[in-house]
C-alpha cells in the first residue's frame, strides 16, 4: 500500500475480498484497454470467454460504459459471439455485455436488445453517410502532397482507419503512427489533417440542420478549452498524442451515463426511476458539478449502490497559462465518469473506488505506469504515473491494475467467483 493523501495500491486484493461481501455493488467499466488489449487494428481486438461468464455471474452488478459500440461491423457484440458461439446462443443465455456504448447512446441488455434513446432519425441518418465521406476525403488527401502514398497502401490503412461504426464513426490513427513510425512529422500532419476532416463533418452538419447535434470527441486528449471543445494531444516525437477522432452526438459524454446507468439500477430494484423510465444522457446536465447534484437531489441514498469505476485513458500535462503561471491539462476520455464515481461516494457517504488499469503494453503507445517506481517511492509516487495523473489531480487512483489487461481480467474472474461463493 502506498501512502500518499489518498493511498494507491498495486495490490487489489484487499479490494476483492471487499467487494465480495458488497451486496449493493455496481461496476462501472469502460472496454477498450481494460478487459482487452488496445490494438492498432480493432478488427483484431479478441474477449476472453471467461470474462464474458464472469460477467454475466455479476448480472445485475455490472455495467460496461464506453466509446466504442456494441453493434457494426466492429462492435464489441461480434468478438462476443465469437468467443462464446452463435448470435444465437449470446441472446439466449444473456451473454452480451449489458450497459452504454458510444458515450451513453447506445443502450443494450445483456440479450443483445439496442435502444438509442433520445436520437433523431435525422442524426443516425447523418451518421450512416459519413463513414464513406470521410472514406473518400481522406483518400483523397493521403494522394496529394507531403503524403503522395500509392493506392494501395492507401487501401490498407483506411481499411484499418475509417471506423464505420454506426452511431460513432471514427478516424483511428494507429495504423497510420505505425506506418510512419520513422517519419513523426507526416504522422503528427494526418493528426492535424484528420482533425480537420471532422471539423469539416460538422460543418457539413450544420448545414443539413444538425448545428447542435454533435461534437468531436479526441482520444485521448487535454481536457475541454474555456468553450468547451476537447483539446487534441499533439503527437511528439515518437508518442502518438490524439489517435481516436470521433464524431458523437452531443450528450454521449461517459459521466452522463453513470446517472443513466444508476437510474436504471434504481428502477430496476424499487420499480421508481428517479430521473424518469426514458431519461437519457442527451437530457442530462452538461458539467460534472451539475450531474453530482442531480444525483443528490434526486437519488435516495439508502438504495445508492457502492460503485467501482474502472478505466484506463487519463492524461496530464504540465502547461503554462497566459499569465506564465504553470498549471495541467488533465483529460482522458475515462476522467470524467471516474471522477464522478469518487465524487457520488463522498455525496453519498460510499466507499466507492477507482481502478486504473495500465494500458501502455498494448499495440498503442501510451503513458505508462512505473510499477518498480512506485513500490519504491511510495511517499513521492508521481514520476511513476507521468502523463497519467499528478500531485494535484482532484482524481485518485484507488488500485492500479500495473498487469494491464491481463491482471484486471484475472481479478474480476475471482472477483465473480468469489460472489457466487459468498
Known amino acids: 500500500m502506498i501512502v500518499t493523501e489518498t493511498a494507491y495500491s498495486l495490490d487489489p486484493t484487499s479490494l476483492l475480498d471487499s467487494l465480495a461481501g458488497t451486496d449493493d455493488l455496481l461496476i462501472i467499466q469502460d472496454l477498450d484497454g481494460v478487459c482487452m488489449a488496445l490494438v492498432r487494428d480493432p478488427l483484431t481486438r479478441t474477449l476472453d470467454a471467461a470474462y464474458l461468464q464472469a460477467a454475466r455471474e455479476l448480472d445485475g452488478h455490472f455495467q460496461v460504459l464506453t466509446n466504442g459500440e456494441h453493434i457494426g461491423s466492429r462492435g464489441v457484440n461480434g468478438l462476443v459471439e465469437r468467443a462464446m458461439g452463435s448470435a444465437r446462443h449470446c441472446q439466449e443465455q444473456g451473454l452480451y455485455l ?10 443494450q441488455d445483456r440479450h443483445g436488445r439496442i435502444a ?21 476525403s481522406l483518400k483523397e488527401l493521403l494522394r496529394q502532397a507531403p503524403y503522395h502514398l500509392a493506392d494501395r497502401d492507401i487501401e490498407r490503412l483506411l481499411a484499418s482507419s475509417v471506423l464505420d461504426n454506426p452511431v460513432s464513426p471514427t478516424l483511428n490513427l494507429n ?3 505505425h506506418h510512419w ?7 503528427a500532419r494526418i493528426q492535424v489533417d484528420g482533425a480537420g476532416l471532422l471539423g469539416q463533418l460538422l460543418d457539413r452538419a450544420a448545414a443539413q440542420g444538425l448545428a447542435q447535434s454533435f461534437f468531436v470527441h479526441y482520444a485521448p486528449n487535454l481536457g475541454r478549452d474555456a468553450e468547451g471543445h476537447e483539446r487534441l494531444r499533439p503527437a511528439q ?9 470521433q464524431l458523437m452526438l452531443r450528450g454521449a459524454v461517459k459521466e452522463a451515463g453513470v446517472l443513466v446507468i444508476l437510474n436504471r439500477y434504481y428502477g430496476q430494484r424499487t420499480g421508481t426511476f428517479p430521473l424518469g423510465e426514458d431519461f437519457n444522457v442527451r437530457q442530462a446536465p452538461a458539467s460534472l458539478d451539475a450531474l453530482l447534484q442531480l444525483a443528490v437531489e434526486r437519488f435516495d441514498p439508502r438504495g445508492m449502490p457502492r460503485l467501482v469505476g474502472v478505466g484506463d485513458t487519463l492524461t496530464s500535462s504540465p502547461a503554462t497559462t497566459d499569465a506564465g503561471d504553470s498549471t495541467w491539462l488533465r483529460g482522458g476520455s475515462d476522467r470524467g465518469f471516474l471522477t464522478l464515481v469518487q465524487e457520488l461516494g463522498k455525496a453519498f457517504a460510499q466507499d466507492n473506488r477507482v481502478l486504473y488499469v495500465d494500458s501502455s503494453q498494448g499495440e498503442v503507445q501510451r503513458p505508462g505506469v512505473n510499477a518498480a517506481y512506485l513500490r519504491d517511492h511510495p511517499r513521492d509516487p508521481w514520476s511513476a504515473l507521468d502523463g497519467i495523473t499528478d500531485a494535484r489531480d482532484p482524481l485518485r487512483l484507488n488500485i492500479i ?10 481479478f474480476f474472474r475471482e472477483l465473480a467467483k468469489a ?3 459468498g
Not at 116 to 132: Q, R
Not at 237 to 245: F, P, R, S, W
Open 181 to 187: 513510425h520513422d517519419h513523426p512529422a507526416l504522422y
Open 175 to 177: 495504423a497510420f503512427h
Open 419 to 421: 460472489r457466487q461463493r
Open 98 to 107: 449489458p450497459g452504454l456504448a458510444a458515450g451513453g447512446v447506445q443502450l
Open 116 to 136: 438509442h434513446p433520445g436520437v433523431s432519425t435525422e442524426e443516425l441518418a447523418f451518421l450512416d453517410a459519413a463513414p464513406a465521406w470521410l472514406n473518400e
Open 401 to 410: 491494475f500495473a498487469g494491464g489487461p491481463r491482471q484486471y481480467l484475472a
Open 237 to 245: 516525437g515518437t508518442a502518438a498524442g490524439t489517435t481516436d477522432l
